[in-house]
């Protein structure tokens, strides 16, 4: 492995990315959040999917340019895009998606714990086979990092994750619109497995997955001071899901949310939630603010080392500030990758971070005014500190 001095000195040699440069050369170093929040707040980071392959020889550098970042957040939650379980090899640990290899217990000993993401929601069509999903929970609990989307029931599935941080309870609560077999990834009253949400149009949600959330949330709510839900998008791009049951496919555009992504961000929100966000279709969608509460359609992906995906790059690391029973702000800020595999956070000013943000702005249906502010794009903020419940 490079040092990351010696990273730092081939690209400053380098022509052509000259963008990528000075992101890379800021990265290392925690990221300057902007913004003066009287009292006291908490900050959490959200990041895409994490996905530390086992072609990377050591999964320690998986975030080597957003360690500080991630460690002087109070708290980072990510959609945890694979079993923690020993590798059996492509076609053998997921018969359904070839050439797709586990990370082993190490992804969370080396990868998640040292880099502050204490949370992670499990609930994915990458949480294959009822063993390896009760092995890779007992691999989170033994490192101390909380969980939600899988148990060893449907009642355990949708049981929420729950932290504190300086007196605040955040809850979340996590979904998947897209699997490949029932019989080994969905959770049942008796059969371990991940939460659900059913859309084989696109546009609607199955009654009883809706009345599911509805109810989850509404559970949430009582018990703590902040509920973010999210989910997995089915990605109507892709034909394989719900193993011999084909969904159709409104788009063939993963940067395009759908109609029923809509419809679940809206009933979680309405439900009581106070962020929604997804991700799943490896790419950055749009943004919208219902009803006074952001919503994030697709975060992208963060550290994502499968083969064949080293050219889908685009993501986003997005900033919650919270006081007490209120989100104070919401912004965001673009991530790629390099030729390393490792995760860049860029200036929202650079030429590679406008691109991304013009993406969000041109994916939103009325989006809400995005201004830069710092190095940090600002989706939503809240003028007073006053209770909104």
Same mark, same amino acid.
């Given at each position: 492995?490079?040092?990351?001095?010696?990273?730092?000195?081939?690209?400053?040699?380098?022509?052509?990315?000259?963008?990528?440069?000075?992101?890379?050369?800021?990265?290392?170093?925690?990221?300057?959040?902007?913004?003066?929040?009287?009292?006291?707040?908490?900050?959490?980071?959200?990041?895409?999917?994490?996905?530390?392959?086992?072609?990377?020889?050591?999964?320690?550098?998986?975030?080597?340019?957003?360690?500080?970042?991630?460690?002087?957040?109070?708290?980072?939650?990510?959609?945890?895009?694979?079993?923690?379980?020993?590798?059996?090899?492509?076609?053998?640990?997921?018969?359904?998606?070839?050439?797709?290899?586990?990370?082993?217990?190490?992804?969370?000993?080396?990868?998640?714990?040292?880099?502050?993401?204490?949370?992670?929601?499990? !609930?994915?069509?990458? *949480?294959? $086979?009822?063993?390896? =999903?009760?092995?890779?929970?007992? /691999?989170?609990?033994? &490192? +101390?990092? %909380?969980?939600?989307?899988?148990?060893?029931?449907?009642?355990?599935?949708?049981?929420?994750?729950?932290?504190?941080?300086?007196?605040?309870?955040?809850?979340?609560?996590?979904?998947?619109?897209?699997?490949?077999?029932?019989?080994?990834?969905? !959770?049942?009253?008796? *059969?371990? $497995?991940?939460?659900? =949400?059913?859309?084989?149009?696109? /546009?609607?949600?199955? &009654? +009883?997955? %809706?009345?599911?959330?509805?109810?989850?949330?509404?559970?949430?709510?009582?018990?703590?001071?902040?509920?973010?839900?999210?989910?997995?998008?089915?990605?109507?791009?892709?034909?394989?899901?719900?193993?011999?049951?084909?969904?159709?496919?409104?788009?063939?555009?993963?940067?395009?949310?759908?109609?029923?992504?809509?419809?679940?961000?809206?009933?979680?929100?309405? &439900? +009581?939630?106070?962020?929604?966000?997804?991700?799943?279709?490896?790419?950055?969608?749009?943004?919208?603010?219902?009803?006074?509460?952001?919503?994030?359609?697709?975060?992208?992906?963060?550290?994502?080392?499968?083969?064949?995906?080293?050219?889908?790059?685009?993501?986003?690391?997005?900033?919650?500030?919270?006081?007490?029973?209120?989100?104070?702000?919401?912004?965001?800020?673009?991530?790629?990758?390099?030729?390393?595999?490792?995760?860049?956070?860029?200036?929202?000013?650079?030429?590679?971070?406008?691109?991304?943000?013009?993406?969000?702005?041109?994916?939103?249906?009325?989006?809400?005014?995005?201004?830069?502010?710092?190095?940090?794009?600002?989706?939503?903020?809240?003028?007073?500190?006053?209770?909104?419940?």
């Amino acid at each position: 492995m490079k040092s990351v001095s010696g990273f730092r000195r081939l690209l400053t040699a380098s022509i052509g990315i000259g963008g990528i440069i000075a992101t890379a050369w800021a990265a290392d170093a925690a990221w300057k959040w902007s913004g003066s929040f009287p009292g006291k707040t908490v900050e959490m980071l959200i990041i895409g999917d994490v996905q530390v392959h086992t072609r990377r020889a050591d999964p320690a550098t998986a975030f080597v340019h957003m360690r500080d970042t991630l460690n002087k957040a109070d708290l980072v939650y990510a959609n945890l895009e694979g079993t923690l379980v020993k590798s059996q090899g492509p076609k053998v640990d997921i018969p359904d998606k070839p050439g797709w290899t586990h990370p082993g217990p190490e992804g969370a000993s080396v990868a998640l714990k040292p880099n502050n993401i204490r949370v992670v929601g499990v !609930a994915n069509n990458v *949480a294959y $086979g009822r063993d390896s =999903i009760l092995q890779t929970l007992r /691999v989170l609990d033994a &490192a +101390g990092i %909380v969980h939600t989307g899988a148990g060893r029931n449907i009642d355990e599935a949708h049981k929420p994750a729950i932290v504190e941080r300086k007196g605040v309870k955040i809850g979340f609560l996590q979904y998947t619109a897209r699997w490949y077999q029932d019989n080994e990834q969905i !959770a049942t009253t008796t *059969a371990a $497995g991940i939460a659900k =949400i059913s859309s084989l149009d696109g /546009v609607t949600i199955d &009654a +009883g997955d %809706v009345e599911r959330v509805k109810n989850d949330v509404r559970k949430l709510r009582s018990q703590v001071d902040i509920v973010v839900v999210s989910h997995h998008n089915r990605d109507g791009a892709t034909a394989v899901q719900f193993g011999s049951t084909k969904p159709t496919s409104a788009s063939n555009d993963r940067t395009k949310s759908e109609e029923y992504q809509k419809a679940f961000a809206h009933l979680a929100l309405d &439900a +009581g939630a106070d962020l929604v966000f997804g991700h799943g279709t490896h790419t950055v969608q749009g943004v919208e603010i219902y009803k006074g509460k952001p919503i994030l359609y697709a975060m992208g992906h963060s550290n994502f080392d499968q083969p064949t995906y080293e050219n889908a790059k685009d993501g986003l690391v997005a900033r919650v500030v919270i006081q007490g029973k209120n989100i104070l702000r919401v912004s965001f800020v673009p991530v790629t990758r390099d030729s390393n595999n490792d995760v860049l956070m860029l200036d929202p000013s650079s030429a590679d971070g406008a691109k991304l943000i013009q993406m969000v702005k041109d994916r939103s249906t009325n989006p809400p005014p995005l201004r830069i502010e710092g190095q940090e794009v600002v989706m939503f903020e809240k003028a007073t500190t006053s209770s909104n419940r």
